[in-house]
C-alpha cells in the first residue's frame, strides 16, 4: 500500500528562493541539521529545486521552511514516518543518524537502515543518494564503518537506483585536536604515521556532490569515493598552524593505550570508544582505504585543508 504524504503546513512550501512558484523536481534531504545535509539542502535550493528536509524535532525544520522548504517531522526508525517524508519526491539524499551515546549504537543503525529501506520501497523513490564511508567494503575490522555497511546492504536490497558516497576522512575531524593545538602549541593526532599523507574531505564538498549526484540519473547501485584535492598528513596539518599562528606546531601521535581515555566524557558510550578505536585502527593500518576496484567511481571536492583548519583554529 503507498503512504500518504503529510507534512507540516507551509504556505511557503512550493515557493522556490525567488518566490516563483516552482514545477521542478521536488528532492528530499535528511540530516538537514548537519554539515552535509545542510551543505546538500543548500546546493539544491540554490539550483531552483523544490526542497523537503526530514527533522527528528519540528522547531530544527523552521530555518528550512523560512527559505522556502517543505518540512517534514520524522522518527528514523519508524518506516511509516519516513515513508510520509519520501511521498512525491523526485529523489532523497539519506544521512542515517548514528547514535554514539548508545551502547546499541549498532543494532540501532541496523533497526534505523531497515526503516529507511522499507520507507523507501513503499514510497517508490525513482533515486536515492546515501552519505556512506571509505571502508565499506570491508565486511570487518572497521568499527563505526559497519554502520555504513548495514545503509548499504539494506539500500541495496531495495532494487532501487542507489548511490553510495563512500566519504574519506571528515576534514573537520581535526576540529577539537586544532584547538588544542592553538593553546599547547602542540597537534595532538590518533593518525599515523605523522608524515602519512591521509585522504581527506570537507564536509561542504560531501553536500555539494550529494545534490549533484542527486540530480543525476542512473541505473542499479552506483559507488562513488569522495576526497578533497590532495591528501595531508598530520604534519602538513601542524606546518600550517605553524605559519598561521607564528608558533613552531609540533605533531604528537596519541598512543593507542589512551585512545579511549583521549575521547572519554565526550558523550561516548563504552561500544562507540571500542568503534573508535577499531576505526582508527583501521585507517592507519591501511585497512581502511580507497582502492583501486571495477565499476567505482572517484570525485574530488574543491575545499582545501588549510581553509578548513583556519576556521577551526578561530571557531
Given at each position: 500500500?503507498?503512504?500518504?504524504?503529510?507534512?507540516?503546513?507551509?504556505?511557503?512550501?512550493?515557493?522556490?528562493r525567488r518566490?516563483?512558484m516552482?514545477?521542478?523536481?521536488?528532492?528530499?534531504?535528511?540530516?538537514?541539521?548537519?554539515?552535509?545535509?545542510?551543505?546538500?539542502?543548500?546546493?539544491?535550493?540554490?539550483?531552483?529545486?523544490?526542497l523537503?528536509?526530514?527533522?527528528?524535532?519540528?522547531?530544527?525544520?523552521?530555518?528550512?521552511?523560512?527559505?522556502?522548504?517543505?518540512?517534514?517531522v520524522?522518527?528514523?526508525?519508524?518506516?511509516?514516518d519516513?515513508?510520509?517524508?519520501?511521498?512525491?519526491?523526485?529523489?532523497?539524499y539519506i544521512?542515517?543518524?548514528?547514535?554514539?551515546?548508545s551502547?546499541?549504537?549498532?543494532?540501532?543503525?541496523?533497526l534505523?537502515?531497515?526503516?529507511?529501506a522499507?520507507?523507501?520501497?513503499?514510497?517508490?523513490?525513482?533515486?536515492?543518494?546515501?552519505?556512506?564511508?571509505i571502508?565499506?567494503?570491508?565486511?570487518?575490522?572497521?568499527g563505526w564503518?559497519?554502520?555504513?555497511?548495514?545503509?548499504?546492504?539494506?539500500?541495496?536490497?531495495?532494487?532501487?537506483?542507489?548511490?553510495f558516497?563512500?566519504?574519506?576522512?571528515?576534514?573537520?575531524?581535526?576540529?577539537?585536536?586544532?584547538?588544542?593545538?592553538?593553546?599547547?602549541?602542540?597537534?595532538?593526532?590518533?593518525?599515523?604515521?605523522?608524515?602519512?599523507?591521509?585522504p581527506?574531505?570537507?564536509t561542504a564538498?560531501?553536500g555539494?556532490?550529494?545534490?549533484?549526484?542527486?540530480?543525476?540519473?542512473?541505473e542499479?547501485?552506483?559507488?562513488?569515493?569522495?576526497e578533497?584535492?590532495?591528501?595531508?598528513?598530520?604534519?602538513?596539518?601542524?606546518?600550517?598552524?605553524?605559519?598561521?599562528?607564528?608558533?613552531?606546531?609540533?605533531?604528537?601521535?596519541?598512543?593507542?593505550?589512551?585512545?579511549?581515555?583521549?575521547?572519554?566524557?565526550?558523550?561516548?558510550?563504552s561500544?562507540?570508544?571500542?568503534?573508535?578505536i577499531?576505526?582508527?585502527?583501521?585507517?592507519?593500518?591501511?585497512?581502511?582505504?580507497?582502492?583501486?576496484?571495477?565499476?567505482?567511481?572517484?570525485?574530488?571536492?574543491?575545499?582545501?585543508?588549510?581553509?578548513?583548519?583556519?576556521?577551526?583554529?578561530?571557531g
Amino acid at each position: 500500500m503507498d503512504c500518504i504524504a503529510f507534512l507540516k503546513p507551509n504556505p511557503s512550501r512550493f515557493l522556490t528562493r525567488r518566490g516563483m512558484m516552482s514545477t521542478t523536481e521536488l528532492y528530499v534531504v535528511t540530516g538537514a541539521t548537519g554539515r552535509t545535509g545542510s551543505a546538500a539542502a543548500k546546493t539544491l535550493l540554490d539550483a531552483g529545486k523544490r526542497l523537503r528536509v526530514v527533522v527528528r524535532d519540528e522547531p530544527k525544520g523552521e530555518v528550512w521552511a523560512a527559505l522556502g522548504a517543505e518540512v517534514a517531522v520524522a522518527d528514523f526508525s519508524d518506516s511509516s514516518d519516513l515513508c510520509k517524508a519520501f511521498s512525491g519526491a523526485d529523489g532523497a539524499y539519506i544521512v542515517s543518524p548514528q547514535q554514539y551515546s548508545s551502547e546499541d549504537l549498532f543494532s540501532q543503525a541496523e533497526l534505523m537502515a531497515h526503516s529507511i529501506a522499507e520507507a523507501a520501497k513503499v514510497a517508490k523513490l525513482p533515486k536515492l543518494v546515501a552519505l556512506s564511508s571509505i571502508g565499506a567494503e570491508q565486511p570487518e575490522g572497521t568499527g563505526w564503518i559497519a554502520m555504513n555497511r548495514m545503509l548499504e546492504e539494506s539500500l541495496s536490497d531495495t532494487g532501487l537506483p542507489v548511490t553510495f558516497l563512500r566519504a574519506a576522512y571528515f576534514m573537520e575531524n581535526w576540529g577539537s585536536l586544532v584547538k588544542m593545538a592553538v593553546h599547547q602549541y602542540q597537534l595532538p593526532s590518533f593518525l599515523s604515521p605523522l608524515n602519512q599523507k591521509f585522504p581527506m574531505i570537507a564536509t561542504a564538498d560531501i553536500g555539494r556532490i550529494a545534490a549533484e549526484a542527486l540530480c543525476e540519473n542512473w541505473e542499479g547501485v552506483r559507488i562513488i569515493d569522495l576526497e578533497g584535492p590532495v591528501r595531508y598528513s598530520p604534519k602538513d596539518i601542524a606546518e600550517h598552524l605553524s605559519l598561521k599562528l607564528g608558533e613552531a606546531i609540533q605533531p604528537a601521535s596519541i598512543p593507542e593505550s589512551d585512545w579511549a581515555q583521549s575521547i572519554a566524557g565526550q558523550g561516548f558510550s563504552s561500544a562507540a570508544i571500542s568503534g573508535f578505536i577499531e576505526m582508527t585502527q583501521g585507517i592507519n593500518s591501511g585497512h581502511i582505504a580507497f582502492h583501486d576496484r571495477l565499476n567505482v567511481e572517484r570525485r574530488t571536492g574543491t575545499v582545501k585543508l588549510d581553509a578548513v583548519i583556519d576556521a577551526l583554529a578561530v571557531g
